[in-house]
Structures are given as structure tokens and as C-alpha cells.
């Protein structure tokens, strides 16, 4: 019995390719542990940017922190909790502007938490959450693993150090890329996805 989170993220909807792969992962995975699915759709249910109220709420001790700081807190708990409980993580971003989306960025925003999910000591940068297994499927209309835009491929290379920067270092990537270059690359791209995915699920027999 496996617990996973998928985390989607594109405000495209049921139209988002980010979002149909990341969920097919997820729904294998679980179809063969019996699991449970935490949900955290990002674009139906983007979260509040953080404040004030959450950078100063954090560092706070409990006793002093006013309700904004506490309502703040108490939300990002509940995101590392989620994150905490996942034995797999799913993720689906689509690229805006060369990198992540908003709501995505939000997301990381809360769960990157010092002294929660990471921590400096003499030895430099420790990753506080426990090792698990993170799929990361992303999402771009044009070819970005390689040729001229790989330098411009801020979203995968963003969140793989995010993802590390918490201590989960195992991260699978599945792309599904050049959406828009045609109708005949949107269904090339479409067809190499389900094949990364196939490979990805064999692997995890």
C-alpha cells in the first residue's frame, strides 16, 4: 500500500498535458499498490502567495505569533505534512515563461522551510526530508531537452534543485515537449510521453 501525493499545477485545466500524464502516474502506481491519492491541484485551487505573515510566522514561537502569522504557519504545516506522508510524489508543471508556473512556485514556497524540510550546519546544506521517489512530468511547446533551448530550460533544472534542496534526491523527469511546433509533433510528443511513462512504471516494478 503506497501513499501518493500528485501535485498538478497548470491553469489550462482538464486541457493541460502536465496534468493528464502526471495523473496517469499516479493512478498506475496506486492501480498496482491499492494506495491512496492525495490530491493538490494547484490550478483549481491555487494557494495564497506567501507575506509577511509566513516568513516572519515561521521563525516566531508559537506563543507570539498573531491569527495572519498563525493561519500562515498552519497552512505550510499542512502542505510539509502532505509532503511528509507521500511515499511518491507526483508532479505536473507546464512551462510559462521559461519556468514554472505561479501556483507551482507557491507551492515551493511554503514546503522550502528552514529548520523544517532543510537546514545549514558546519557541513553545509542538509535536505530534511526523508528519501522518496518524485516524478516530475513537464510540460513544454517547444523542444527543450535538447538543441538550441536547452540553456532556457529554467523549469526542469528549477525544480530538480528544489526538489534536491529538501533532501529528495531521487527525481524521475517525463516530458512531453514541442506540443506546438505541429499537429504531427503534438502527436509525436504525445506518443514518446506514454513511452517515457511505460519505461518509468517498468522501472518501478
Keep these: 500500500m503506497t501513499n501518493i501525493l500528485l501535485v498538478t499545477s497548470s491553469p489550462r485545466g482538464p486541457q493541460s498535458l502536465s496534468t493528464r500524464f ?69 508532479i505536473g508543471s507546464g512551462m ?10 507557491a507551492w515551493f514556497d511554503y514546503i522550502t522551510w528552514p529548520g523544517v524540510t532543510f537546514r545549514y550546519d558546519a557541513t553545509g546544506l542538509m535536505g530534511l526530508l526523508p528519501a522518496k521517489k518524485v516524478y516530475l512530468v513537464t510540460a513544454t511547446g517547444g523542444v527543450f531537452s535538447e538543441g538550441k533551448n536547452v540553456p532556457f530550460d529554467f ?9 534536491g ?9 517525463v516530458r512531453v515537449e514541442g506540443t506546438l511546433v505541429s499537429p504531427d509533433a503534438a502527436k509525436a510528443a504525445i506518443a514518446s510521453t506514454e513511452a517515457q511513462i511505460r519505461a518509468a512504471l517498468e522501472r518501478a516494478a
Excluded: C, M
Aim: proline residues 6%; glycine residues 6%; without cysteine.
Design 22 to 90: 502526471a495523473r496517469d502516474i499516479a493512478e498506475s502506481l496506486n492501480a498496482r499498490s491499492a494506495g491512496t491519492i492525495v490530491k493538490r491541484d494547484l490550478g483549481a485551487a491555487p494557494l495564497p502567495h506567501i507575506t509577511a505573515a509566513y516568513i516572519d510566522g515561521r521563525i516566531a514561537p508559537p506563543a507570539t505569533r498573531t491569527p495572519e502569522q498563525i493561519e500562515a504557519v498552519n497552512l505550510a504545516q499542512s502542505l510539509v505534512d502532505e509532503v511528509q506522508a507521500a511515499e511518491v510524489i507526483v
Design 165 to 173: 534542496f529538501i533532501g529528495l534526491t531521487d527525481i524521475e523527469v
Design 96 to 105: 510559462i515563461n521559461f519556468g514554472p508556473s505561479t501556483q507551482l512556485k
Design 155 to 163: 523549469q526542469t533544472t528549477y525544480l530538480a534543485h528544489l526538489l
